[in-house]
T-cell receptor, first 112, second 113 residues
């Protein structure tokens, strides 16, 4: 079955701390991988995506993610978080139809 | 506006009633997706359109749910005989073509009382 698992449901960090959010997927065939972010009161926005090529992907606002095919993982990282990074983060996978399978999300709270 | 627009933003309805949720995609986007997000969960796929046709409706939970996109632009998600379990945020997304970045609307929060 196709699924996405996010290991951390709720993460609390202080400003300037480093962030890593885990994401593992189960999907047959070629995959495209995404991280979406939802800031309080706003719609889902794309942080970064992997379709092919360099497995280390850089996105907006200093975020990056690494696709490790052998581990079926696509973890999100940021070296130094800011209070404005407080949001909910969703990992997602799609195949060739663009239909997204989402993880259940990780709520990140950054303390100033 | 330039983004995906969903109306209404909030809808409260009584159990058993019929509701329609509307999605205006970004102009020119051929692919349109509907998702449902329950509290504390990630969005779950319902249906997607390529142009006017429903290319994949495997996520619709039962036959009370139906969606149309008659002219290949605006889409309407229709729910008959609503149940309390249908309460959720219904999200619409569009993309220039299938398998490219999807842009999401703000969603419609449906509450069935």
């Amino acid at each position: 079955a196709q699924s996405v698992s996010q290991h951390n449901h709720h993460v609390i960090l202080s400003e300037a701390a480093s962030l890593e959010l885990g994401c593992n997927y189960s999907y047959g065939g070629t995959v495209n991988l995404f991280w979406y972010v939802q800031y309080p009161g706003q719609h889902l926005q794309l942080l970064l995506k992997y379709f092919s090529g360099d497995p280390l992907v850089k996105g907006i606002k200093g975020f990056e993610a690494e696709f490790i095919k052998s581990k079926f993982s696509f973890n999100l990282r940021k070296p130094s978080v800011q209070w404005s990074d407080t949001a909910e983060y969703f990992c997602a996978v799609s195949g060739n139809t663009g239909k997204l399978i989402f993880g259940q999300g990780t709520t990140l709270q950054v303390k100033p | 506006g330039a983004g995906v627009s969903q109306t209404p933003s909030n809808k409260v309805t009584e159990k058993g009633k019929y509701v329609e949720l509307r999605c205006d995609p970004i102009s020119g986007h051929t692919a349109l997706y509907w998702y449902r997000q329950s509290l504390g969960q990630g969005p779950e796929f319902l249906i997607y359109f390529q142009g006017t046709g429903a290319a994949d409706d495997s996520g619709l939970p039962n036959d009370r749910f139906f969606a149309v996109r008659p002219e290949g632009s605006v889409s309407t998600l229709k729910i008959q005989r609503t149940e309390r379990g249908d309460s959720a945020v219904y999200l619409c997304a569009s993309s220039p073509q299938v398998n490219t970045e999807a842009f999401f609307g703000q969603g419609t929060r449906l509450t069935v009382v």
